[in-house]
């Protein structure tokens, strides 16, 4: 009998995260009986957990308590354990221990995060936990998804370790068991296209029969109608895209000031005058977020700051206190919006001192110019003169002069003018013979393999460069992606691909579907993908298309998922083997030869 846990799901609405959380919901959680469950948790398990759920959530589902299996408990012995834990000695060894000596629990309910080895079920097994043990799964979801449409691995430094002088196979293999995982957890078996690289093929053809074994266990993962539609790249696709500066807020906050778990800690002045602090989320629960993370910088930090002043405008009596001699009705209905109307204002006020932040960062490090000849090289509206000559010139910081000839050797790496001599000489002009290495590599992860035209586009409300991940799903929506730079791995895939919807227009500039109707309220039968913020798009095509990036995928390409799918109103996600920034890729570069 498998221990793989069932792939039934509902219809996902919002996207791979909403996936992950039905398969937490509906796999795990319900699949134990009873109103007073406790849920016993390692690391591991936490950082799926709390992107998923609230403590709130999982109380309704009757989880009562939530408990970190190192740390001491109490016994409960009326009440059934669910241990959600990572298959390691380390948690096993501490689920055994729970019962060595007592029943600590009612009954045990073990759901891994991962794929449990043989040994770690035959040490379950020869311990006094084993005549307890009601439920063992597998879950599958040792993967991260920090936001709806996107999913990674958090693979360190893998770029090097697969497109290096050898592929680490250890690390290849990782990825397959995990983009196996991706699978399970939106239940279907799907159709794979990869990037005509020896890297892409490899990795497609695994991955491929990893999926393949799996759905033969798991028989619904086969009835998903239509299929998935994934397609595997490595980095060489879009070696742009780890270096530009995206001029977005969640990009920019990214580059610029990382915060460990997305958590920000604000000081502020409270309602006395004092100096206060407090520990914020920055994640899709947060209304302001989702509505603003993918926003210009310069029209976040104008609409940010006006949204706030709405806000007290809206509500007078709450942010300037109620007169003398109100009526107890008002009161009333002051002290009810109070909550939440603090947490709005606390929220908005997080961001715009977020923004603020952001901003003089930005110009401490002279990027405005630098972002502006970035997005002229990436578009192809400078000769490589005029770049060259504007990347000696630019004033900034050593690093941000580093991306800008990386960038320069990405975007003229065909250009004739563009010899060795010239690339020795530029890094020695620019003081940077240190990093000699890292501007040699880049060579290694420009493609010549895939590279689509029409990365620049009209964007009165951004900038003009378009990576690559958003032209390939354009493509497979239109029907147009070449067979020849993304072959099929079953050939008889081919005729199973969904065709494009009825009534798209067709742009004349890339051949991209256009869909008129943009809103409205979904028919009968209809899919809604609900991307929070009260933001719900009816699709017009029922297949998701998956792009997976072998070597981590970046800020950029997660923004342009979601661009296409409200303009395609068809569910794109882009995944990788891990969240890459800049200074991760360019890190690694010394080690591609």
Not at 483 to 488: A, K, R
Not at 539 to 559: A, D, M, S, W, Y
Request: aromatic share 4%.
């Amino acid at each position: 009998m498998s221990r793989k846990a069932a792939a039934a799901v509902l219809e996902p609405s919002k996207g791979i995260k909403g996936c992950m959380k039905q398969r937490i919901l509906l796999d795990l959680i319900e699949s134990v009986p009873g109103s007073f469950k406790v849920m016993i948790i390692d690391k591991t398990s936490a950082e799926v957990l709390s992107v998923c759920l609230r403590m709130s959530e999982l109380m309704d589902h009757g989880i009562t308590l939530v408990e970190e299996i190192s740390s001491v408990r109490q016994p409960l012995p009326k009440s059934p354990a669910m241990y959600f834990i990572a298959p390691t000695k380390t948690s096993v060894n501490l689920l055994i221990e729970d019962w060595k000596s007592k029943d600590k629990y009612q009954e045990a309910h073990v759901f891994f995060t991962s794929s449990a080895p043989d040994e770690i079920i035959q040490q379950i097994a020869a311990s006094n936990i084993a005549r307890k043990i009601k439920n063992m799964k597998d879950m599958l979801l040792d993967f991260s998804v920090p936001e709806s449409l996107s999913f990674h691995f958090g693979q360190l430094d893998e770029m090097s370790q697969l497109m290096g002088p050898s592929t680490n196979p250890s690390v290849l293999q990782t990825a397959v068991s995990k983009l196996t995982s991706v699978a399970h957890t939106i239940g279907d078996n799907p159709i794979i296209r990869y990037q005509n690289t020896s890297l892409c093929r490899m990795f497609a053809e695994q991955a491929g029969a990893s999926i393949e074994k799996l759905a033969q266990e798991v028989i619904t993962m086969k009835k998903q109608e239509p299929r998935t539609m994934l397609v595997i790249v490595d980095r060489s696709v879009d070696a742009a895209a780890p270096l530009i500066h995206d001029r977005t807020y969640e990009s920019l906050l990214d580059d610029l000031m990382p915060l460990k778990n997305m958590m920000y800690e604000q000081t502020f002045k409270d309602r006395s005058g004092k100096d206060a602090t407090r520990k914020m989320p920055i994640d899709e629960m947060d209304p302001v977020w989702t509505k603003f993370r993918h926003t210009f910088l310069p029209k976040a930090i104008e609409e940010v700051p006006a949204a706030l002043k709405k806000l007290l405008d809206d509500n007078p009596a709450l942010a300037g206190g109620l007169e003398k001699g109100a009526k107890l009705s008002e009161v009333g209905n002051a002290i009810r919006s109070l909550p939440e109307f603090q947490e709005k204002q606390a929220k908005l006020s997080m961001h715009i001192d977020l923004l603020s932040k952001i901003m003089d960062e930005y110009k401490l490090r002279g990027l405005t110019d630098v972002s502006a000849l970035e997005q002229k090289m990436v578009c192809g509206d400078i000769t490589f003169k005029d770049a060259l000559d504007a990347v000696k010139k630019a004033r900034c910081d050593d690093d941000s002069k580093l991306r800008l000839i990386l960038l320069l050797v990405v975007c003229f790496s065909n250009s004739k003018d563009f010899t060795s001599a010239k690339r020795t000489q530029l890094i020695q002009d620019c003081g940077l013979q240190m990093q000699a290495d890292s501007i040699e590599n880049i060579d290694v992860v420009v493609s010549k393999t895939g590279a689509l035209k029409g990365t620049k586009r009209a964007n009165p409300n951004g900038d003009p460069y378009t990576p690559q991940v958003r032209l390939i799903v354009e493509e497979v929506a239109s029907g147009s992606l070449s067979t020849t730079d993304f072959p099929f791995l079953r050939p008889s895939d081919a005729s199973a691909v969904a065709a494009p919807a009825t009534g798209a227009k067709k742009s004349l500039r890339s051949g991209t579907a256009r869909l008129a109707s943009a809103s409205g309220g979904a028919k009968a039968g209809e899919r809604v993908l609900d991307l929070g913020n009260d933001e719900k798009i009816t699709l017009t095509n029922p297949q998701r298309v998956v792009v997976f990036i072998l070597g981590g995928v970046t800020r950029v390409e997660v923004r342009s998922a979601y661009d296409v799918t409200r303009e395609l109103k068809r569910e794109a996600i882009v995944g990788g083997t891990s969240l890459l920034r800049s200074n991760n890729f360019v890190r690694q570069l010394p080690g591609l030869k």
